[in-house]
């Protein structure tokens, strides 16, 4: 049976993968100044973090409508696949799913909507190992549990620079805001089914890279692990040096992406952030 993969620009899939599994990836919408501009298309990240600071009001974001999603699947449909399996980021975070599953209706049990519960590669390894599933010819039924079984073992970890963007952004728990809101502390969180948690605080950058190794390294063997990082490549090598000079390089498994994460999450992290996103072995 021929399969459709279908997922969002949030989800980070790297080109080469989108590429190689022919992934339809539907582009989420940035709006900066009262204009929109299509994740990845109108806007590159390196101009978006460049301009980012400087921005008189917030950049906003906004989900792709369910004629964008539909499409796609329609595509997919006429190009000979028989089903499509369609994986999105967190729903308690955005209604891109929610969007995806109206679509869905048009073509009825032709269609899967999947929400990851996470962002970035969290979201988008899960994508991955969908699109790995399928091409080894599994069924319908083996490559969603394979989907969850990878859900399962997902943690994203992040260290902020700042909590300005995430403050503004009103999506940002309390007790976030009570460590974020102590002068000079860059919070440690994690990202668990949608949902920010604070892990630590730190007084200075180094430390805060230093606490979210700490926190990945406590996460034992490791079956695949991408570092993320908005507009931040020297902290996010810095933090690859680190990992591979510690006792735990042996548990890491031997590609390690560095990835500069979409203008939709950057909106609401701002510049300078890093993180991961793993899948424990």
Known sequence: MKIGI??????????????????????????????????????????????????RRPPTTAAPSPTDFTVRYQKLLSDGCEHIISIHIAEKLTSIPNFARHAAREFPEKVTVVESGSLTLGSGFQVLAAAEASEQGLEISAILEVIRSTRERIRVGAALDTMDYLRRSGRVPAAVTAIGGMLSIKPVVELCEGVVKPLSAARTTRHATEALLNFLLSLGPLERLAILHTSAEGRAQEFLEMLMTSEARNRVPREIRIVNVTSLIGTHIGPNGLGFAAVKA
């Not at 989420?28 to 600071?53: H, M, N, T, W």
Request: negative net charge; proline residues 8%; without cysteine.
């Open 6 to 55: 279908v997922t969002d620009s949030p989800s980070d899939i790297p080109a080469d993968i989108v590429e190689r599994y022919r992934i339809e990836v539907v582009p989420a919408i940035l709006v900066i100044e009262g204009k929109e501009y299509v994740d990845g298309v109108d806007i590159s990240r390196e101009e978006f973090y460049r301009r980012l600071p400087g921005m």
